[in-house]
């Protein structure tokens, strides 16, 4: 059974940072691509990043510069490095596994987890 578990997420002012981690069981991080989601109140999810099992990574525009997407295959799981962060990154982030190229189309998944919130104060 795989499951993936997000946590990391906390209130954060402008301009500060957070690392959210994906705990990765009964699958290897390494094995396939994944991704990290997030979702705002009253907007559609979004992806923010993603990784292919090669280590290619690609990033929604509002966040290249800002968020770092890595893993590690020692620990299993997957992180989100987010600086800089802005009021507008306050949502839920969720993350996937799959193909790139079901990551990068948003699925589809089986299912998603609880999610970790993420709140950027001004």
């Known amino acids: 059974h795989v499951q993936l578990v997000e946590s990391g997420g906390g209130l954060v002012q402008a301009g500060g940072s957070l690392r959210l981690a994906c705990a990765f069981s009964g699958s290897s991080v390494s094995a396939t691509g994944a991704g990290w989601y997030r979702q705002a109140p009253g907007k559609r999810r979004e992806l923010v990043a993603g990784?292919?099992?090669?280590?290619?990574?690609t990033y929604a525009d509002s966040v290249k510069g800002r968020f770092t997407i890595s893993r590690d295959n020692a620990k299993n799981t997957m992180y989100l490095q987010m600086n800089s962060l802005k009021p507008e990154d306050t949502a839920v982030y969720y993350c996937?596994?799959?193909?790139?190229?079901?990551?990068?189309?948003?699925?589809?998944?089986?299912?998603w987890g609880q999610g970790t919130q993420v709140t950027v104060s001004s």
């Open positions: 990784i292919s099992s090669g280590g290619s990574t």
């Open positions: 996937q596994k799959g193909y790139i190229s079901t990551i990068l189309m948003g699925g589809p998944f089986d299912y």
